[in-house]
């Protein structure tokens, strides 16, 4: 849903999908339940529903993993966004 704003800029690699909302519920005991509810999560084009199942695809992918926690990595990628704008 934020990728389809255009407010954000994602970075790192595919999502994996997966549109049904995880809805929490307890038993009286305490027991922790955790299971799929009726409401999916879709976005708008051109006038349609779309669901996001296959995963969204980032700006800029990360291909490293070490990548990921890497600050120096991570704001020479932003300098290097911010300069192409």
Known sequence: MLKA?????????PSSGGTSCVQ???A???????FSSKNQI????????????QGVEPH???NIP???YDK??????????NSNK
Request: aromatic share 10%; proline share 0%; with cysteine.
């Open 28 to 34: 009286a005991d305490g027991t922790i339940f955790r």
């Open 66 to 68: 070490a990548n990921f």
């Open 42 to 53: 879709c976005i708008v084009k051109n006038g349609s529903y779309y669901d996001v199942d």
């Open 24 to 26: 929490l519920s307890c």
């Open 60 to 62: 800029y992918t990360i």
């Open 5 to 13: 704003s255009d407010r954000v800029t994602i970075l790192g690699t």
């Open 72 to 81: 120096d990595e991570i704001a020479a990628l932003v300098k290097k966004i």
